[in-house]
């Protein structure tokens, strides 16, 4: 069977006159179920490489399957819907969280594979709803009030953007493959927990493991595979199914 995402020798160069390679060749496939851990030392391309993923940036070879089909096949900005980029903050949006919500719900393409994914019934044969997936409601079990959604992008603390856009990103749904650039680095180490398993419970279970592992029982009710950001070797080992090192590539 294909994998859910496979990256084929991606290429990206600099286009400041050196054409020194950000990433050269660059192959991974990611499988249902998977937290795929990337690391590397600072300015090593991991950003770049999960923007070139969501082709949000320009590379000069390499393609992208999402089962096992080429990206343009979906229509890309259906495609970065399916594989969303979630930056690790939000930029300096004008208006509020809450404008930038009805926004992105009244967009046709999420709305059609947000009907995909709701038709998704809970594993275990439970009735797992997909309410869970609504973005205010992920965010106040991450200690966010509702209060805060109508506040202006600009007063909300790093924390407190950092974890609204990622309710955003996670909730709206539909997101097959979510990419997350170090989403938990605002946010204390309490917190970070909660968001942690939260976003782990929304996966389905790796074919190889229990529906419960680390303490954290996996529903399926929301993305299929994280690929995932950190420079914290704790939270790679707390989450992570695998890891791999851009550094060394
Ligand atoms: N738009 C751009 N134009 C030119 N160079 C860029 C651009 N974006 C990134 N770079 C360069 O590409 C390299 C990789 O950057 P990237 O942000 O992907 O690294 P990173 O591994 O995510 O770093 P960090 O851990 O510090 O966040 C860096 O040298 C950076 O300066």
Request: some cysteine.
């Amino acid at each position: 069977m294909s994998p859910l995402l496979s990256i084929k020798g991606l290429t990206l160069r600099r286009d400041d006159g050196t054409g020194s390679a950000i990433l050269n060749d660059f192959s991974m496939d990611v499988e249902e179920g998977e937290v795929v851990i990337i690391k590397g030392e600072s300015g090593s391309g991991k950003t770049t490489l999960l923007k070139c993923i969501a082709e949000l940036n320009v590379y000069q070879s390499g393609e992208i399957l999402l089962h096992d089909k080429k990206t343009t096949s979906y229509g890309i900005p259906t495609y970065r819907t399916l594989v969303q980029y979630i930056p690790q903050r939000p930029s300096l949006l004008p208006g509020t969280p809450l404008d930038l919500l009805e926004t992105i719900r009244s967009f046709s393409s999420r709305k059609s594979s947000k009907s995909k994914s709701t038709s998704t019934s809970g594993i275990d044969g439970e009735d797992d709803s997909n309410d869970d997936l609504d973005p205010m409601r992920l965010a106040s079990e991450w200690g966010i009030q509702r209060t805060l959604w109508t506040r202006e992008w600009a007063t909300l603390s790093g924390g407190e953007g950092q974890r609204i856009a990622l309710a955003l990103g996670i909730g709206i749904g539909g997101a097959e493959v979510v990419l997350l650039d170090e989403p938990t680095s605002a946010l204390d180490a309490e917190t970070m927990k909660k968001v942690e398993n939260s976003l782990l419970s929304l996966l389905p279970p790796l074919k190889t493991q229990p529906s419960t592992s680390n303490g954290v029982r996996r529903r399926g009710i929301g993305p299929k595979a994280y690929v995932w950001i950190t420079h914290e070797a704790a939270q790679a080992e707390r989450c992570g199914t695998r890891t791999v090192d851009i550094t060394r590539r």
